[in-house]
């Protein structure tokens, strides 16, 4: 079974420009998580879909941070101007269902340098 | 302000021996605790987890121990071998499910 596909892996772009990442989650995960993981920290919750449900955005920056899961499988992130704080590895989850054990499988992230 | 501390930024164990991972938390709200670990270039991936109901949990060479009163869990791998070197991560969920991690430690085991 495929696990979440994340993609690209690597994007290097110049501050002020727009960024995508898309994930693809695993079948039948309800659930997906997008997280942001600076260098030496853990990784940090930017929005939770419950299908195509944002159910938690409140860590994502909305001035310049989107999101969306239209038919709650895929989504994508979007960054618009990017800043040089911006620089991380984007990573996405899914999980079966929050209300049963909730173990989360990531895909392999993407990084992003802004320059 | 950390909600999940991983103190110890590295740890090198000598192959063979327990390798030890601790981690302190501050909400008395989390109910579930979990460890991922993470190789260079790959997303964390899933290890262990215990439920607050539970004070062990144990996975062939992975054990997790839970002190709610000392708001403390750790991780023992024992025996460690070569491919256990890699960053774990503690994690901690609420009632809400959202889960916080912690910075990690990177754990070297010397052969």
């Known amino acids: 079974e495929a696990g979440v596909v994340q993609s690209p892996r690597y994007k290097i772009i110049e501050k002020k420009q727009p960024v995508a990442f898309w994930c693809n989650p695993i079948?039948?995960?309800?659930?997906l998580y997008w997280y942001r993981q600076n260098l030496g920290q853990g990784p940090e919750l930017l929005i939770r879909?419950?299908?195509?449900?944002?159910?938690?955005d409140s860590q994502l920056p909305k001035d310049r941070f989107s999101a969306e899961r239209l038919k709650g499988v895929d989504s994508t992130l979007k960054i618009q101007p990017a800043e040089l704080g911006d620089s991380a590895v984007y990573l996405c989850?899914?999980?079966?269902?929050?209300?049963?054990?909730?173990?989360?499988?990531f895909g392999a992230g993407t990084r992003l340098s802004v320059l | 302000d950390q909600q999940v501390k991983q103190n110890s930024p590295s740890l090198s164990v000598q192959e063979g021996r327990i390798s030890i991972l601790n981690c302190d938390y501050t909400n008395s709200m989390f109910d579930y605790f979990l460890w991922y670990k993470k190789y260079p270039a790959e997303g964390p991936t899933f290890l262990i987890s215990i439920s607050s109901i539970k004070d062990k949990n144990e996975d062939g060479r992975f054990t997790v121990f839970l002190n709610k009163s000392a708001k403390h869990l750790s991780l023992h791998i024992v025996p460690s071998q070569p491919g256990d070197s890699a960053v774990y991560f503690c994690a901690a969920m609420n009632r809400d499910d959202k889960i916080i991690f912690g910075k990690g430690t990177r754990l070297h085991i010397l052969p």
């Open positions: 989850a899914s999980s079966l269902d929050r209300r049963t054990q909730n173990i989360q499988y």
């Open positions: 079948s039948g995960h309800n659930t």
């Open positions: 879909y419950e299908n195509e449900e944002a159910v938690d």
